[in-house]
């Protein structure tokens, strides 16, 4: 028997069993891997490592002859699966995301008079969050892409934690897993109370003296979290979000090999949402663009697969994104449509072209009778659109 990297195994392998796996999916039979998409299929359920028997292994000729049911397969779960309509939704998430935003206040608090935060809180909180993901994640993926300028620093955490738990649903991880993962992420920016305002809040590029403060901030996430009881997995991703494949990463300069599957998700969600974000200094950037950022990233400083992933789960036109249509009609991509990516439910409220706000109306764009499509995310800005009051006044039930 010989134990694999999932990277190194090929078709025509006879696998004994899992080694290693970030999901903890079952794979029931012991079997030859048929083809690329078998392999693919346990790659993105989390497999790390496998057990093979390199004396079934077939050669090329004899895979055709004998490969057929022993195969393995992953179970199927649908990542797209919605149990509620987002109408139903948003109205809990909205008061879920207020309550983790008050925590979020709460925890710094506490750091800052020297109390230990309450783990329970935290953990209660992620696990609402997931909860709300597997009913339709839509609800919550819209309300982290609706910023509020002001609010950076807390809801910054909040929406790696929201995009995280999306992001392990859809790589098929387990609840306790996904639950880690949010817990973890909903803390990993927490060491920044232990930096000072003029840094934290400074709109001006920071000093060397100063970045080098800043920089501190990952290790004390990692320490908090740690102290706090959170778990290996929860620790890591707080102390090395930061940390890059090729090294160039800080505090503490890990790379390559030294950085978990998980750790290489939240470099990637922790960027996507700091370049998405608007910011009072600064407009933020479409998903597209900031895909692109992170594209130029790979693979030196990103892991290419994973940010694919990313991008095949979030979409180019996420919920809660601006979008103009051919139509010259702007709206909110309001829920999204996976079967066809570039076809998402848009709520319409406002014309480009005569620039007036126009009755609010739901257009799905996969509707064979609708004459219209997608031509561009676009920022709030440039029609002077107030997001937030349009997101409180027309799609909260
Ligand atoms: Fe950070």
């Not at 206040?105 to 993901?133: L, N, P, Q, Y």
């Not at 922790?270 to 933020?284: I, N, S």
Request: net charge negative; with cysteine.
């Amino acid at each position: 028997m010989k134990t694999i990297n999932i990277k190194d195994l090929e078709p025509g392998m006879f696998v004994v069993g899992v080694i290693k796996q970030a999901g903890h999916v079952r794979v029931k039979n012991q079997g030859w891997v048929r083809d690329q998409k078998g392999i693919k299929n346990l790659i993105q359920s989390g497999v790390l490592e496998v057990e093979i028997d390199p004396d079934k292994t077939l050669n090329q000729t004899e895979e055709e002859h004998n490969v057929s049911e022993e195969c393995l397969e992953p179970p199927q779960i649908d990542p797209w699966h919605k149990s509620v309509p987002v109408e139903a939704e948003l109205g809990q998430a909205v008061k879920m995301y207020e309550q983790a935003k008050q925590l979020q206040e709460k925890a710094f608090t506490d750091i800052r008079d020297g109390r230990k935060i309450d783990v329970t809180e935290f953990k209660e909180t992620a696990s609402g969050f997931i909860d709300s993901v597997f009913r339709n994640q839509d609800a919550l993926a819209c309300i982290a892409r609706i910023r509020d300028k002001d609010g950076y620093l807390l809801e910054h955490s909040l929406n790696v934690s929201i995009l995280m738990s999306i992001f392990a649903k859809h790589l098929g991880f387990d609840r306790a897993l996904i639950e880690e993962l949010a817990t973890g992420a909903l803390l990993h920016d927490i060491g920044k109370i232990k930096i000072p305002d003029e840094i934290l809040q400074k709109p001006e590029k920071l000093s060397e003296n100063e970045f080098a403060i800043m920089r501190e901030h990952a290790k004390y996430s990692h320490d908090i979290v740690k102290e706090a009881g959170l778990g290996t997995i929860a620790s890591e991703i707080a102390g090395f979000h930061h940390e890059r494949l090729n090294g160039t990463g800080y505090p503490f300069a890990k790379q390559g090999d030294e950085l978990s599957q998980f750790v290489r998700m939240i470099s990637i969600v922790d960027v996507y949402d700091a370049l998405t974000a608007e910011r009072v200094y600064k407009v933020g950037m479409t998903p597209i663009q900031a895909f692109k950022k992170l594209k130029a990233g790979c693979p030196n400083e990103f892991d290419e697969e994973l940010l694919n992933q990313f991008i095949h789960c979030i979409g180019m036109y996420p919920v809660g994104t601006l979008v103009k249509l051919k139509s010259h009609r702007v709206g909110i991509v309001a829920a999204s449509n996976p079967d066809s990516p570039l076809q998402p439910v848009v709520k319409v409220f406002y014309n480009a072209k005569n620039m007036f706000h126009v009755e609010v109306r739901d257009i799905d764009l996969s509707d064979k009778r609708i004459d219209d499509e997608l031509e561009a995310a676009v920022k709030p800005e440039e029609f002077g659109l107030d997001l937030i009051k349009f997101f409180r006044h027309s799609m909260l039930p």
